[in-house]
């Protein structure tokens, strides 16, 4: 069964600091991945988008990595604000046309 | 450019009653969807389309109906509400192999 799971489930920093999670797969045959940020009461926004041959892609504070033989994402996201907090979700799309979607890492940053 | 807009972004409905949700987009988008987010859960896919007046089932059509007659909006229908059918629901647009954009979201509760 085509699975995405993301850990932890929710995380607190304090801002200034960096942080890391995890989105782990089992979708095949693999296309692309995705992390989007979703701000409370509002749609998900895509942060970055991945394909099979890219390990690493930033988007200004945000750094996803993608190991395609293990299965495993990373969304880095450094030096976080406190409009940081957010629900990040992966999103991983196989060949045919339909997105896998985590449950997604509740992020909270406090000053 | 608007996005992805839907109407109405609040609901409430007692437990047999009947609504449509509106989604339009002015990307040009050939592919719509309707997704439902529950706590705990990841988005899940109701039903899409992949152009004006074709559409298709997710992965948790029943209890909803869809129509694209026009390119730029897609409709969802609860013909008869039922508190399970509690959630928020979120319209998304995209090129064929291109990101979802999501729209705000519309929050339904049904009594």
């Known amino acids: 069964k085509n699975q995405v799971e993301q850990s932890p489930q929710s995380l607190i920093i304090l801002e200034g600091k960096n942080c890391t999670l995890q989105?782990?797969?089992?979708?095949?045959?693999?296309?692309?991945l995705r992390w989007y940020k979703q701000d409370t009461g509002r749609g998900p926004v895509s942060l970055t988008i991945?394909?099979?041959?890219?390990n690493t892609k930033s988007n200004g504070r945000y750094t996803a990595t993608l190991d395609a033989d293990t299965k495993q994402s990373s969304l880095h996201i450094t030096a976080s604000q406190l409009s940081d907090s957010a629900s990040y979700i992966c999103v991983v799309r196989p060949v045919r046309n339909q997105f896998y979607f985590g449950t997604g890492t509740s992020l909270t940053v406090i000053p | 450019n608007a996005g992805v807009t839907q109407t109405p972004k609040f609901r409430v409905l007692k437990t047999g009653q009947s609504m449509t949700l509106l989604c339009a987009q002015d990307?040009?988008?050939?592919?719509m969807y309707w997704y439902r987010q529950d706590p705990g859960m990841g988005l899940r896919l109701i039903h899409y389309?992949?152009?004006?007046?074709?559409?298709a089932k997710g992965e948790v059509p029943d209890g909803y109906n869809v129509s694209r007659l026009k390119k730029q909006n897609f409709l969802l229908g609860l013909e008869s509400a039922a508190p399970s059918q509690t959630s928020v629901y979120f319209c998304a647009s995209s090129y064929s192999k291109g990101d979802p954009y999501f729209g705000p979201g519309t929050r339904l509760t049904v009594t």
């Open positions: 990307m040009n988008h050939e592919y």
């Open positions: 991945m394909t099979f041959s890219e």
């Open positions: 989105c782990n797969y089992t979708v095949s045959p693999f296309s692309n």
């Open positions: 389309s992949v152009g004006e007046g074709t559409t």
